[in-house]
Structure formats: structure tokens, C-alpha cells
């Protein structure tokens, strides 16, 4: 069973616009959340987190959104580039923090149209 | 400094033959993990380890998969008699090892096809 969920496979926007990226969780025992960019080639990068005890966090053209009841979270990144065009992987732990193992969605492709 | 590094970056084997995967953590991190990034999916966890010792394997799929860290840094992914559906790409990360570690620092990972 897919415990972290990316339904959208891929996405594409226009240079200067918003990206958002959407990825959902069925175990209510997650309390820590990533989002990781992965280019062709490279391990995956991290980009920025939140704790379910925040509903946002904000990292200069990156903010993650948390609904803990709906059990979704969503990555804005505003303005996109076309440096931003990668594959985005959500990620998420049961154990407060990123020490032991951490379950990925299936990533989205995002292509930043210049 | 440097980051997580793996090698080979690529190993190609034939069906039934025993392959070792190496990596090389971040200096002075305690906790190290594997996983295995198939074809369009994310990547699966294998195993944690903290120190020297397995913390978490559950998510190695059977015994023919082995890991080791014999001095709490470098780590050897061993994996016996391969099958063609253990081709993937096999992603080592490491982290400080504290509890509340903000991210996980993933290395290029070793892309391994069995023929």
C-alpha cells in the first residue's frame, strides 16, 4: 500500500509563475514531512520541511503547507525558474525528525517553461 | 566538505551472481541508510543503520540482501544471487544521527542492472 501518495506525475508551468505540487499520506502516525528535488543522475536534494505541529514553513521561494485533517501537504514555489525543473519527491517519518527511515511518494515532474 | 559518495556508479551483473554496493558517508554522521529507487517510483528504504549496528532493516525484501557497517562509517550493501528485479538505482543518504535530524543527505546512488 502507497502510504505517501503524488498523484500528479508530472507538471508544467510557465517561468515567473507558481508551482504547486500536491502530495497526500494515509498514516495519521507521520509527524514529520520533506520534500526532496532529484535532477537525472544525482541523489535526491533536500528542499525543506515542516513538523505536524506547524501548518507552514517558509524558505525563500519555497513554502510547504500542511493539513494535518485532510492529510495533505502541498510545496508553492513562486516564482519557478526553469532551474526548478526536476522531479519533486514528497517524503514523510513517524518519528519526529528525519533519524530512521523516511517513506517517499512516487515524485512529480515538474518543467518550468521558460 | 564532502558529501555522501557511492561506487561503483554503475554495475552490470549477470542473474545468480553476488554484488557488493559501497558508501561513504558524510564525516562524522552516525546514522546511514540504503535505498533502492526503482523505475518510476520513489525510493523504498532498506535499512538504518546507527553506529555500527542495524537500527532498522525492515525493509530489506529477503535474505539475500545483506548490509554492513562494520566501523561505524563506510557501509557495503551485499546482495547475493541477483535476480533481474533487483535492478534499480540503490541510494545511500546519511544524517548527524541526532534525534529531530532535519534532512536526510542523499549520495549519486549506484545504478545496478542484472542481465
Known amino acids: 500500500d502507497q502510504q505517501v501518495k503524488q498523484n500528479s506525475p508530472s507538471l508544467s508551468v510557465q517561468e515567473g509563475r507558481i508551482s504547486i505540487l500536491n502530495c497526500d499520506y494515509t498514516?495519521?502516525?507521520?509527524?514529520?514531512f520533506l520534500w526532496y528535488k532529484k535532477y537525472p543522475a544525482e541523489g535526491p536534494t533536500f528542499l525543506i520541511s515542516?513538523?505536524?505541529?506547524?501548518d507552514k514553513n517558509e524558505d525563500g521561494r519555497f513554502t510547504v503547507f500542511l493539513n494535518k485533517s485532510a492529510k495533505h501537504l502541498s510545496l508553492h514555489i513562486v516564482p519557478s525558474q526553469p532551474g526548478d525543473s526536476a522531479v519533486y519527491f514528497c517524503?514523510?517519518?513517524?518519528?519526529?525528525?528525519?533519524?530512521?527511515?523516511?517513506?517517499f511518494g512516487t515524485g512529480t515532474l515538474l518543467a518550468v517553461q521558460p | 566538505g564532502a558529501g555522501v559518495s557511492q561506487t561503483p556508479s554503475n554495475k552490470v551483473t549477470e542473474k545468480g551472481k553476488y554484488v557488493e554496493l559501497r558508501c561513504d558517508p558524510i564525516?562524522?554522521?552516525?546514522?546511514l541508510y540504503w535505498y533502492r529507487q526503482s523505475l518510476g517510483q520513489g525510493p523504498e528504504f532498506l535499512i538504518y543503520?546507527?553506529?555500527?549496528?542495524?537500527?532498522?532493516d525492515s525493509g530489506l525484501p529477503n535474505d539475500r540482501f545483506f548490509a554492513v557497517r562494520p566501523e561505524g562509517s563506510v557501509s557495503t550493501l551485499k546482495i547475493q544471487r541477483t535476480e533481474r528485479g533487483d535492478s534499480a538505482v540503490y541510494l545511500c543518504?546519511?544524517?548527524?544521527?541526532?534525534?529531530?535530524?532535519?534532512?536526510?543527505?542523499f549520495g549519486p546512488g549506484t545504478r545496478l542492472t542484472v542481465l
Open positions: 543518504a546519511s544524517s548527524p544521527g541526532l534525534a529531530g535530524d532535519n534532512e536526510q543527505f
Open positions: 498514516n495519521s502516525m507521520f509527524d514529520y
Open positions: 515542516i513538523s505536524s505541529i506547524k
Open positions: 517524503a514523510a517519518s513517524p518519528f519526529g525528525g528525519a533519524t530512521n527511515k523516511l517513506i
Open positions: 564525516s562524522g554522521h552516525t546514522a
Open positions: 543503520f546507527q553506529g555500527t549496528g542495524a537500527a532498522d
